[in-house]
């Protein structure tokens, strides 16, 4: 059995390199399907984390009028944490507030200058309300709406919920997109690798002949054939591989400064799950691709 394989992966090789243009074609079709797919799986791993990345941002600002009791802020900040559907209640206090305002204002002179000017400070106290889930910041806003205070001063109730539902949006329309031009490549895929063993056929019409005289089972007529798909897709995996990591490595950079203070690692993602990207591409294209090879061989080589 072992030297049987052996002869057909060598009949398979000796069909690859005598059709070595159309092999060269087939291989690239399958990288550039490969390529979309992988396309894909970034685009959804990007999307993923930055609606994960929005969803922690989310919080909801409470301002209290200026000459709040500390003890009333310290009760109404109990009361809010109390309700179900908030996880926190962070209280900033004025002082707080104007510190944190000085740093993130700290290279414009002229906006320091008028503090120094006023000669007070000009902000409120604040309480920062981080929600349990993302998706029930509706509910807690009304909620809040109706919380009855004589130290809130203003309520800043920020839809963020329309960012998510444009990034979901956008990541839809990639994906459909996505699995659109998957499809092309692999219906363009079947039709080469159909061809391809359509015109090893052909070329090896009076070998087939021969073989069927001395009595060779169909088994071994039509495998090396079915053997040359499993070779396109895997020399196209390995193709595929070696561009992969280098161009998510030069991505990488430009990610970190997008999801500053989050670990969005896609070099690592395609990393841990390698074997499950790549084997699973592989197997799934490896399928498709017998499959035209196995109907070019039952119509080509009946000889």
Do not use: C
């Amino acid at each position: 059995m072992f030297s049987s394989l052996l002869r057909i992966l060598k009949f398979s090789l000796q069909d690859i390199t005598r059709n070595i243009w159309l092999s060269v074609v087939t291989i690239t079709i399958l990288i550039l399907a490969m390529f979309s797919i992988n396309t894909l799986i970034l685009t959804q791993t990007i999307s993923t984390n930055a609606v994960k990345a929005i969803k922690e941002k989310i919080n909801i600002n409470l301002y209290l009028t200026s000459d709040s009791s500390e003890i009333d802020i310290l009760n109404l900040k109990d009361k809010i944490k109390a309700m179900d559907r908030v996880k926190d209640v962070k209280y900033i206090s004025k002082q707080e507030a104007l510190d944190s305002f000085r740093a993130s204002n700290e290279n414009n002179e002229e906006v320091l200058q008028a503090l120094v000017e006023l000669g007070q400070n000009p902000l409120s106290p604040s309480l920062v309300i981080t929600p349990y889930n993302a998706d029930e910041v509706a509910d807690l806003i009304e909620e809040l709406k109706v919380l009855d205070s004589e130290i809130i001063e203003s309520r800043d109730f920020s839809d963020n919920s329309l960012i998510l539902d444009k990034i979901n949006n956008i990541t839809k329309r990639i994906n459909d997109i996505g699995i659109f031009i998957i499809a092309i490549f692999v219906i363009t895929s079947l039709l080469v690798i159909y061809n391809s063993i359509k015109v090893a056929i052909y070329t090896h019409k009076k070998e087939i002949e021969i073989m069927r005289l001395v009595g060779a089972s169909n088994v071994f007529i039509y495998a090396p054939y079915l053997m040359s798909s499993v070779v396109y897709t895997l020399v196209a995996l390995i193709i595929i591989i070696a561009i992969s990591f280098p161009l998510l490595s030069l991505i990488q950079p430009y990610l970190e400064v997008f999801f500053v203070d989050y670990n969005v690692n896609v070099v690592s993602y395609f990393t841990n799950n390698f074997l499950t990207i790549f084997g699973i591409q592989f197997l799934g294209i490896v399928a498709i691709n017998i499959l035209a090879s196995y109907i070019a061989v039952k119509k080509y080589a009946r000889i």
